[in-house]
C-alpha cells in the first residue's frame, strides 16, 4: 500500500461551519504533512508532524488546528475560515522528516468557503 | 537568500518532440532536488530527486534530470514527449540545515502536448 488517502474529496462550508480533513496511509511513515495550494499556484507548506509530534507551525491562522491521533492518522480541523481560505488541501508523508525524504502526496481536498 | 526559480508558467510542445523544463536555485550550498509532477485534481508524484552522487538522474515515465553545480541548475527533460504527459510539474528544493529543512516549490511549469 503506497497510497496516502484524502477525505473528503471535495467540502463546502460556511463561514461558521466546523469540519474536518482526514488524512491516512499505512505505509509505515513517521512524518505527514499539511500542505495549502491556491489555483494556478504552488503547494505551501502549513503543517508537519514528526513521530506524531508537531514540530512545524508555518504561521497559520488559529482557525487551522492540526491533530495527528496516531501515526497512521492526520486531522485538519477548520472553523470560523474565511472565504480567501478556498483551496486544494494535500496531506503528504515520508518515512521520516528529512532533507532527501520522498514525500507522498495524497489526491487532496478540495474546500471552497461560502 | 535561497529560492527556486521556473522559468516558463507554460510549455507548449508537439508530440514526440523534446521536452524541457527549467529549474534553477539560488543557494551557497547545494541542495536537495527534486522534480514532482500533478495531473489535474490530483496530488504530487515525485518524478526523480537528486541527493548526491551521479548528477545526471533518469526518474520515471521517461524524465532525466541533470543537476548542474556551475549553473546552480536541475532542469528537467523527456526526449520524446507523450499526450500523457500534459500535466503541471513542480520544481522542489530543500536547503537542508539551517533552513529547517522544508520542501520549498518553484512556481510550477504548465506542459501542454499538442498532437
Known amino acids: 500500500d503506497t497510497e496516502v488517502t484524502q477525505t473528503p474529496k471535495h467540502l463546502v462550508m460556511g463561514m461558521t461551519n466546523k469540519k474536518s480533513l482526514k488524512c491516512e496511509q499505512h505505509?509505515?511513515?513517521?512524518?505527514m504533512y499539511w500542505y495549502k495550494q491556491k489555483a494556478k499556484k504552488p503547494p505551501e507548506l502549513m503543517f508537519v508532524?514528526?513521530?506524531?509530534?508537531?514540530?512545524i507551525n508555518e504561521s497559520v491562522p488559529s482557525r487551522f488546528s492540526p491533530e495527528c491521533p496516531n501515526s497512521s492518522l492526520l486531522n485538519l480541523h477548520l472553523h470560523a475560515l474565511q472565504p480567501e481560505d478556498s483551496a486544494l488541501y494535500l496531506c503528504?508523508?515520508?518515512?521520516?522528516?528529512?532533507?532527501?525524504?520522498?514525500?507522498?502526496f495524497g489526491s487532496g481536498t478540495q474546500l471552497s468557503v461560502l | 537568500a535561497q529560492s527556486v526559480t521556473q522559468l516558463g508558467s507554460h510549455v507548449s510542445v508537439s508530440e514526440g518532440a523534446l521536452v524541457l523544463l527549467r529549474c534553477n536555485y539560488s543557494?551557497?550550498?547545494?541542495?536537495?532536488l527534486f522534480w514532482y509532477v500533478q495531473y489535474p485534481n490530483q496530488g504530487l508524484q515525485l518524478l526523480l530527486k537528486?541527493?548526491?552522487?551521479?548528477?545526471l538522474v533518469k526518474g520515471i515515465n521517461g524524465f532525466e534530470a541533470e543537476f548542474k553545480k556551475s549553473e546552480t541548475s536541475f532542469h528537467l527533460t523527456k526526449p520524446s514527449a507523450h499526450m500523457s504527459d500534459a500535466a503541471e510539474y513542480f520544481c522542489?528544493?530543500?536547503f537542508g540545515r539551517g533552513s529547517q529543512g522544508n520542501l520549498i516549490f518553484g512556481k510550477g511549469t504548465k506542459l501542454s502536448v499538442k498532437p
Open positions: 543557494s551557497s550550498v547545494p541542495p536537495y
Open positions: 537528486y541527493t548526491t552522487g551521479a548528477t
Open positions: 505505509m509505515g511513515h513517521r512524518a
Open positions: 522542489a528544493v530543500n
Open positions: 508532524y514528526s513521530y506524531e509530534k508537531l514540530s
Open positions: 503528504a508523508s515520508s518515512q521520516i522528516r528529512g532533507h532527501n525524504e520522498k514525500l507522498f
